[in-house]
């Protein structure tokens, strides 16, 4: 089951998504893609939808201008240890010159969400912030059949997503004050929240019960649970979440899913 609109393949692997970017855009998307973890040639071109050739030359301009650095033994890219790769890695934690601020939390996370998929049988993921959109970090896809189709560098909008929203609710006042009035209020179903007063209440409810839902609120006939994830306690990296057709999760399971989130991803 495939929800992936024109606007979503920007930041997955459909064929032609990247063009539809300038490439002021796609340089952007692909330090905060590095901000995550080290990549390839290969990975940032099919994370961006371009060719390989086409990735390989925007790697090579950013390596140039000192935004990143390659690996001569592992071939992948990471960012440079520039204000700008400073910036970027402080939102991931993780690699700069190839090294890591952090990463055996990556690792726990990437555990825990394959250990939820395996139990709810439902996909997960992991999703960071990116220009107003959450970004996903890590896709765990389910085998059922019908179920939810994405992969790492689909996008969401903040405002309507269970990832999003979980984010929003674990931001500090003042900061979620200034993220409120920014937000443009665009895509999600005519169930998502159409200003910042309807979405502060949703995330008012979020924060209470520490994970956020969305029923139908980014497509219709499909709902996702998530909860905001820290590091070393009080650290916001992300939202890790679970996402499936609506028919399979009644309210009572997405309470279920998001307490089960709260224990495993909320602190790493």
Not at 23 to 37: H, I, N, S
Not at 221 to 241: E, H, K, R, Y
Request: proline fraction near 5%; aromatic fraction near 6%; glycine fraction near 8%.
């Amino acid at each position: 089951m495939s929800n992936l609109t024109e606007e979503d393949d920007e930041g997955g692997a459909a064929p032609g998504a990247g063009r539809q970017r300038s490439p002021l855009q796609r340089g952007l998307r692909t330090l905060e893609l590095l901000a995550f973890a080290p990549r390839t040639v290969t990975d940032v071109a099919r994370l961006l939808g371009v060719n390989r050739s086409s990735a390989h030359r925007l790697l090579h301009e950013l390596e140039e201008s000192s935004y990143v650095v390659r690996d001569d033994a592992t071939h992948r890219y990471s960012l440079a240890r520039t204000p700008i790769g400073e910036l970027f890695a402080r939102r991931g934690l993780v690699a700069i010159d190839g090294g890591a601020l952090d990463r055996e939390w990556h690792e726990e996370l990437r555990g825990a969400l394959a250990a939820i998929r395996d139990q709810s049988g439902e996909a997960t993921m992991f999703a960071v912030p990116a220009q107003d959109r959450m970004l996903y970090a890590e896709f765990f896809p389910t085998d059922h059949p019908i179920g939810v189709q994405e992969s790492i560098g689909s996008t969401r909008p903040m405002h309507a997503s269970a990832v999003g929203k979980a984010y929003l609710s674990a931001l500090p006042r003042a900061e979620l004050d200034v993220v409120l009035g920014r937000l443009s209020y665009e895509g999600g179903s005519t169930k998502a929240a159409r200003g910042p007063f309807q979405l502060r209440d949703m995330l008012s409810v979020a924060r209470d019960q520490r994970y956020a839902i969305d029923r139908d609120e980014t497509f219709l006939g499909l709902s996702c649970v998530a909860t905001p994830v820290f590091v070393q306690s009080s650290i916001l990296v992300g939202a890790a979440g679970v996402t499936g057709p609506t028919n399979r999760f009644p309210e009572d399971h997405l309470n279920d899913l998001g307490e089960l989130l709260v224990a495993q991803v909320r602190s790493l």
